[in-house]
């Protein structure tokens, strides 16, 4: 800011000691700025811990106490509220989430990799950007419409096609916990294929691949580790996932034998009780020893996630 | 005094009217209490859940000025209540809680007794099939058995009068509002399920209903509601230690009037006329 001839002193030192003044300001700010990024990225652990910790209290008097953790996990008898003799047991529903995510996934993968691959490979232009807003836009439709569409739309078609008595079943929230997994799997795959160097393609396409032999013996294996997170975010997502399969899926307690039958999920058992037990009492413990375990399995599903993603780190490091 | 008392209450909202028990009763009790604030906003009701006899007890004790029950008063509770005000507990009938059984309109079924309904429903029944109850062509022949979440008041109701608070069978497609049993019912041919009476719409078929097989069965009308003929009815009540006086006699007087049963239709339950 100096000036080789000042003709006023007092002109020249004002804009100076302005400057000095903000810099003075923004160095008092700097530590506080500081302090709040810092005090934002610790509350996400502290509100996790939190949460953890909530349920935990909540669960604890009969998860250490009364509970019989063998039926819990081994009996499909889930009479909570009986007169005769309350039981338990949650291995109906845990099969019912396994079926339903699992199903799920068998018709998400397929179909989330090939839109990825379809998106990073062979799109450009226009076309590449309006199927990823579409496909963010899917990822925006709030659970309660899916379960809407399960209910009211899917639920009878599925009736009209296979014959099935009941429209609401495993088959009917498997499609549609696919179609809410199916935007995650995409925007996470098509980030991993974009991180493998173009050089990758240039490589195999000069050794005379065609397009479709360099994505499946060149970017598939370059970008494993990414595809897999993708899909296990997407399983983090169906497994989670609550009102659509407590709509779409016939919340019925009982281990499906075929795709048509209903079943009940871990999540949807917990919406539909909680509200209306008493607080306190062992049915409301024993729904919050639930979410302990739908705690764990999305703790496994998310760490395995984000170990398989270092794992690309690492081997884009090498 | 009288006029003491009106003045007061137009200046800010002193009158508070207690209501407490039946947890059946809580949405029906809050509706009302809403109406009537809309109505006279210079008295405030109250109200509290617990149960039937939470509420009873606390009638005894003076601690609210109107207990709602699902049940009548047990002998031990009005000797209770006497000892204590001095005067019999009177009991208000301010609706009926009925469940029509409803089935598919395509059912050719047309009556159903209590006893059936424990086999369908019940955790050792023996009823899978429809043509276990001579019902023929329906599409798979299964019985679709349409609940409620566990921890519903009207699964607790269902479970008392039908399998004598016995276990219900796992496995029935469990709806999750009174209204949703009814939309099920009306999308699934092999379906039966229960739900308030109110809850009927065009596209479903309510059974008429006896207590053993063979009896003929009652109509789900509101008469046979009213006049307690119709098996899986119960009445709704409201206990005053005493008759009723003042701002709860108003209230009462309220809720027996033709506004005041417009809510007990829209929540799905019988009114008393």
Not at chain 2, 159 to 175: H, P
Request: overall charge neutral; charged content about 15%.
């Amino acid at each position: 800011m100096s000036s080789p001839t000042p003709a006023h002193p007092l002109e020249s030192q004002s804009p100076r000691s302005l400057c000095a003044r903000l810099h003075l300001v923004l160095d008092c700010l700097e530590p506080v700025v500081e302090w709040a990024i810092r005090v934002c990225g610790w509350s996400a652990i502290l509100f996790v811990f939190a949460i953890f910790l909530f349920v935990l209290r909540e669960a604890a008097p009969v998860l250490f106490g009364k509970l019989n953790l063998v039926e819990f996990f081994t009996s499909t008898q889930w009479q909570p509220s009986s007169e005769v003799r309350p039981q338990y047991g949650t291995l109906a529903l845990l099969v019912g989430t396994l079926c339903v995510t699992g199903l799920a996934m068998l018709l998400a993968v397929p179909l989330g990799l090939g839109a990825a691959v379809y998106i990073s490979e062979f799109c450009t232009g226009r076309l590449k950007e309006m199927l990823k807003i579409l496909i963010e836009l899917l990822a925006a439709i709030p659970s309660v419409v899916w379960g809407f569409i399960g209910y009211v739309v899917l639920g009878p078609l599925i009736m009209q096609l296979t014959g099935a008595a009941v429209g609401v079943n495993l088959l009917n929230g498997g499609i549609i916990l696919a179609l809410m997994s199916v935007p995650v799997i995409v925007s996470v795959g098509e980030d991993a294929l974009k991180a493998v160097p173009d050089s990758y393609r240039e490589a195999a396409i000069s050794l005379g691949a065609s397009r479709w032999e360099m994505v499946h013996r060149v970017l598939f294996p370059a970008a494993k580790n990414g595809l897999l997170a993708a899909v296990l975010l997407g399983v983090g997502r169906a497994i989670g996932e609550t009102m659509a399969v407590l709509m779409a899926t016939g919340h019925a307690v009982q281990i499906p034998t075929s795709l048509v039958d209903p079943i009940r999920t871990l999540t949807a058992t917990i919406a539909a009780e909680l509200g209306e037990t008493v607080a306190g009492e062992t049915h409301y413990r024993v729904l919050f020893v639930i979410g302990l375990v739908l705690f764990a399995v999305a703790f496994a599903v998310n760490l395995t996630a984000d170990l398989v993603v270092k794992g690309i780190r690492r081997d884009q490091t090498d | 005094m009288i006029a003491g008392c009106l003045g007061n209450a137009r200046r800010d909202p002193t009158t508070v009217i207690r209501v407490e028990g039946s947890d059946t009763m809580v949405n029906i009790a809050q509706a009302w209490a809403e109406q009537y604030h809309k109505l006279r906003p210079e008295v405030s009701v109250q109200v509290l859940g617990g149960g039937s006899g939470v509420g009873i007890a606390s009638l005894i004790d003076g601690n609210c000025d109107m207990a709602n029950t699902s049940r009548k008063m047990k002998e031990k509770e009005i000797e209770k209540a006497k000892a204590r005000h001095g005067t019999d507990p009177v009991e208000h009938v301010v609706g009926y809680d009925a469940l029509g059984i409803y089935v598919h309109p395509a059912n050719p079924l047309e009556c159903i007794s209590v006893e059936e309904l424990a086999e369908i429903f019940g955790v050792d029944g023996t009823i899978t099939r429809w043509s276990q109850l001579g019902v023929h062509g329906m599409p798979g022949d299964k019985i679709i058995r349409v609940s409620r979440q566990n921890s519903s008041g009207t699964y607790a109701y269902f479970r008392e009068v039908v399998l004598k608070n016995r276990d219900l069978k796992l496995g029935s497609v469990d709806a999750n509002g009174s209204k949703d049993v009814v939309a099920l019912v009306a999308r699934t041919p092999g379906a039966i399920g229960y739900s308030g009476m109110g809850y009927a719409t065009p596209n479903v078929k309510m059974l008429k209903v006896s207590w053993r097989k063979g009896e003929p069965g009652i109509a789900p009308t509101i008469e046979n509601a009213q006049n307690n003929s119709y098996p899986i009815t119960r009445p709704l009540q409201i206990y005053t230690a005493g008759n009723p006086i003042g701002e709860v006699k108003k209230y009462l007087d309220w809720i027996f009037s033709p506004s005041g049963q417009r809510v007990v239709i829209e929540l799905g339950y019988v009114p008393i006329r």
